[in-house]
Antibody, heavy 128, light 108 residues
């Protein structure tokens, strides 16, 4: 069973860059059957999808965050990372990483995907 | 922008049936997924592809779809089912992940 663990600073100053890493264990980040996503949740609020990366190198970002966001993968460490620049207090949230299972549906080879395993989450506060 | 709409709260007595709806235009084209989140914990998928249940999820959880609305049904609600429930789908192109606003289920 795949497990994910987020890590990174719990406090970031405004205008700086928030950097988080997700370590994948029990499975390979190089699997073609998964993408790797980041999701966040401000205290007392709902879930917001941030973006994903696939081992092919393809990335998809939430349009509302795209200009500030970079998601990358390090296959040698079985990790993927998030960098969010120019942060403000509104970026304060619990940040989750998740594996996004990709299921291909024959015969049309269409597909669907969903977050099947989540990390426990890490709290990031943006404050001076 | 694409949105998924859920009721903010649903209340039910133990043993009764709870139904949580999620509506959005793209649901007529994209599958829906449901996640359960208990306080201080990460979400857990309980329904995928509108109505399929991952292994280990109790049979009292079921999902259905009709047009632009999907429904999570919890039959014989138990106290441990008290949690926040989120629907999730994708935009019409299937590119972007969208979450509903979440529904707080209270077991009276």
């Amino acid at each position: 069973q795949v497990q994910l663990q987020e890590s990174g600073p719990g406090l970031v100053k405004p205008s700086q860059t928030l950097s988080l890493t997700c370590t994948v264990s029990g499975g390979s980040i190089s699997s073609d059957n998964y993408s790797w996503s980041w999701i966040r949740q401000p205290a007392g609020k709902g879930l917001e999808w941030i973006g994903r990366i696939h081992i092919s190198g393809s990335t998809t970002y939430n349009p509302s965050l795209k200009s500030r966001l970079i998601i990358s993968v390090d296959t040698s460490k079985n990790q993927f990372s998030l960098k969010l620049s120019s942060v403000t207090a509104t970026d304060t949230a619990v940040y989750y990483c998740a594996s996004e299972a990709i299921v291909v549906v024959p015969p049309a080879m269409d597909y669907y995907s969903y977050m099947d395993v989540w990390g426990k989450g890490t709290t990031v506060t943006v404050s001076s | 922008s694409y949105e998924l709409t859920q009721p903010p709260s649903v209340s039910v007595s133990p043993g009764q049936t709870a139904r949580i709806t999620c509506s959005g235009d793209a649901l007529s084209k994209q599958y829906a997924y449901w996640y359960q989140q208990k306080p201080g914990q990460a979400p857990v998928v309980i329904i995928y592809k509108d109505s399929d249940r991952p292994s280990g999820i109790p049979e009292r959880f079921s999902g259905s779809s009709s047009g632009t609305t999907v429904t999570l049904t919890i039959s014989g609600v138990q106290a441990e089912d008290e949690a926040d429930y989120y629907c999730q789908s994708a935009d019409r192109s299937g590119t972007y992940v969208i979450f509903g606003g979440g529904t707080k289920l209270t077991v009276l």
